[in-house]
């Protein structure tokens, strides 16, 4: 639903009931300092309500308590014993309320990232967004051939070179799995071809922890060492667990390198509702959410403090054709509901959108596009990815990459809502043009049509 915040609503009312002459105005000072940096929270689109998120809550606790999750090394199991959390057997291991509760509080609640300028460009908090690519595509269409074809590092690079230029794009993940590099390398390779080719910071894929060393080390020699990189990172590691509820070795190892380099990492839990969670909303961002806050205590045990955002990709498997919906509304319905419990957590969350089932930049790609890049913006999601997919996230596309930019520019707009200030009401201006003038060659037009 739309909300309308008590603050905003009291600043119509007064316009409304009383004459001109006693509207009562804040200052433009303070109506400009609300403005500058946020979005309006008149605007605001939130699926879940209070008692709905609540509800959720605390069925994700019941199911780390009761279900626990598979932690499969023994550095991870280790790590989680010894805060008090049962390991059990088969290597699950149930996490108790109170220790999710002493994560949170640990948790940062805001993380900048920054380009290698120094500049900050993704700043996550609250209802702020950034939008940037997805990862891993196995394929790109040529555009010179019209063929579809298996993506090599040129094509990253090139795909880079055109979102380094868009405005709406704030940071770049690799778009597409290399195909000409060794498999074992080729993630370090995509990420290098990403730094090369933007100075907008990189979220990234590792295949191992040994991956992610040389992907760190990497960008600390771009950013001028570690302890830079550290303190204005322009890396962050996309991770994600197993669906339902275990982790692998490689993900353990990740979550624990990051966290002690203090690398911000993105921990993504990807269910499919029907085939790796419930077949029900409700039950899938239940497991969700346990997944994602089973990241959040192993990684604040680790090193309290360190840098970690919540998030999920989850939509419906597609009994008929088997596929995973990629433009569906389920996906990014859900996607706002895990960003409403992000929000309870005073955690910055990680979103999907634009992208699109549709083969080709078509109509199908256009709407669905459109549609995710609006919920992602108006639900407050902070690092929203997978901009530029086609074909359930089997193509990347550099026309969609166009595309979705304007799509958010227009997104943004809607977000920001309305100024009202004594400026924009403009009832001496009203009054002094009246009924036979004009607007047009009016000083406040010239004074306010740009920013409007």
Same mark, same amino acid.
């Given at each position: 639903?739309?909300?309308?915040? !008590?603050?905003?609503?009291?600043?119509?009312?007064?316009?409304?009931?009383?004459?001109?002459?006693?509207?009562?105005?804040?200052?433009?000072?303070?109506?400009?300092?609300?403005?500058?940096?946020?979005?309006?929270?008149?605007?605001?689109?939130?699926?879940?309500?209070?008692?709905?998120?609540?509800?959720?809550?605390?069925?994700?606790?019941?199911?780390?308590?009761?279900?626990? *999750?598979?932690?499969?090394?023994?550095?991870?199991?280790?790590?989680?014993?010894?805060?008090?959390?049962?390991?059990?057997?088969?290597?699950? /291991?149930?996490?108790?309320?109170?220790?999710?509760?002493?994560?949170?509080?640990?948790?940062?609640?805001?993380?900048?990232?920054?380009?290698?300028?120094?500049?900050?460009?993704?700043?996550?908090?609250?209802?702020?967004?950034?939008?940037?690519?997805?990862?891993?595509? =196995?394929?790109?269409? +040529?555009?010179?051939?019209? !063929?579809?074809?298996?993506?090599?590092?040129?094509?990253?690079?090139?795909?880079?070179?055109?979102? +380094?230029?868009?405005?709406?794009?704030?940071?770049?993940? =690799?778009?597409?799995?290399?195909? +000409?590099? =060794?498999?074992?390398?080729?993630?370090?390779?995509?990420?290098?071809?990403?730094?090369?080719?933007?100075?907008?910071? *990189?979220?990234?894929?590792?295949?191992?922890?040994? @991956?992610?060393?040389?992907?760190?080390?990497?960008?600390?020699? /771009?950013?001028?060492?570690?302890?830079?990189?550290?303190?204005?990172?322009?890396?962050?590691?996309?991770?994600?667990?197993?669906?339902?509820?275990?982790?692998?070795?490689?993900?353990?190892?990740?979550?624990?390198?990051?966290?002690?380099?203090?690398?911000?990492?993105?921990?993504?839990?990807?269910?499919?509702?029907?085939?790796?969670?419930?077949?029900?909303?409700?039950?899938?961002?239940?497991?969700? #959410?346990?997944?994602?806050?089973?990241?959040? /205590?192993?990684?604040?045990?680790?090193?309290?403090?360190?840098?970690?955002?919540?998030?999920?990709?989850?939509?419906?498997?597609?009994?008929?054709?088997? *596929?995973?919906?990629?433009?569906?509304?389920?996906?990014?319905?859900?996607?706002?509901?895990?960003?409403?419990?992000?929000?309870?957590?005073?955690? =910055?969350?990680?979103?999907?959108?634009?992208?699109?089932?549709?083969?080709?930049?078509?109509?199908?790609?256009?709407?669905?596009?459109?549609?995710?890049?609006? #919920?992602?913006?108006?639900?407050?999601?902070?690092? /929203?990815?997978?901009?530029?997919?086609?074909?359930?996230?089997?193509?990347?596309?550099? !026309?969609?990459?166009?595309?979705?930019?304007?799509?958010?520019?227009?997104?943004?707009?809607?977000?920001?809502?309305?100024?009202?200030?004594?400026?924009?009401?403009?009832?001496?201006?009203?009054?002094?043009?009246?009924?036979?003038?004009?607007?047009?060659?009016?000083?406040?037009?010239?004074? @306010?049509?740009?920013?409007?």
């Amino acid at each position: 639903m739309i909300q309308l915040s !008590e603050q905003a609503v009291s600043r119509l009312y007064p316009v409304v009931r009383h004459p001109v002459r006693n509207i009562h105005y804040s200052s433009d000072e303070q109506e400009e300092r609300e403005m500058k940096d946020t979005f309006n929270p008149a605007v605001r689109l939130s699926v879940l309500t209070d008692k709905q998120v609540r509800q959720v809550h605390d069925a994700a606790l019941q199911v780390l308590e009761e279900t626990g *999750v598979l932690i499969p090394t023994e550095e991870g199991r280790k790590i989680l014993g010894q805060a008090g959390c049962q390991v059990g057997e088969g290597h699950v /291991v149930s996490i108790p309320s109170r220790r999710v509760e002493e994560a949170l509080k640990s948790t940062p609640q805001s993380i900048n990232l920054y380009g290698r300028t120094g500049d900050k460009y993704c700043e996550l908090e609250g209802w702020k967004t950034s939008f940037g690519t997805g990862s891993d595509c =196995p394929f790109i269409y +040529d555009r010179d051939t019209g !063929e579809r074809r298996r993506c090599t590092q040129e094509d990253i690079l090139n795909g880079t070179l055109v979102l +380094d230029a868009l405005e709406n794009i704030n940071f770049i993940m =690799p778009m597409g799995i290399i195909s +000409d590099r =060794p498999t074992h390398s080729a993630d370090i390779h995509a990420a290098s071809a990403v730094m090369e080719g933007s100075v907008k910071p *990189v979220v990234f894929t590792a295949e191992n922890a040994s @991956n992610l060393n040389s992907c760190i080390d990497l960008a600390a020699a /771009v950013s001028g060492g570690h302890k830079q990189l550290r303190e204005k990172p322009t890396i962050c590691l996309y991770n994600e667990p197993i669906s339902p509820l275990k982790y692998s070795p490689e993900v353990v190892d990740k979550l624990i390198l990051a966290s002690r380099q203090r690398i911000p990492v993105v921990f993504t839990p990807c269910p499919l509702g029907g085939a790796t969670a419930p077949a029900t909303a409700a039950g899938l961002i239940t497991q969700a #959410t346990a997944e994602c806050l089973s990241g959040v /205590v192993l990684h604040q045990l680790v090193n309290p403090g360190a840098p970690i955002i919540f998030g999920g990709v989850m939509y419906m498997l597609d009994m008929v054709t088997a *596929v995973s919906p990629y433009g569906s509304p389920e996906l990014h319905q859900m996607c706002a509901a895990l960003t409403c419990m992000a929000h309870h957590y005073q955690l =910055p969350m990680f979103g999907t959108c634009g992208c699109s089932d549709s083969k080709v930049v078509d109509a199908q790609a256009g709407l669905e596009m459109g549609f995710s890049v609006l #919920t992602s913006t108006l639900s407050g999601q902070n690092l /929203v990815h997978d901009i530029g997919y086609l074909e359930s996230g089997l193509i990347t596309s550099y !026309e969609m990459y166009i595309l979705a930019d304007e799509a958010i520019g227009m997104a943004k707009h809607i977000a920001r809502g309305i100024r009202v200030t004594r400026e924009t009401l403009a009832t001496e201006v009203i009054h002094e043009v009246g009924h036979t003038g004009e607007f047009l060659m009016h000083d406040h037009t010239l004074n @306010n049509f740009r920013q409007e």
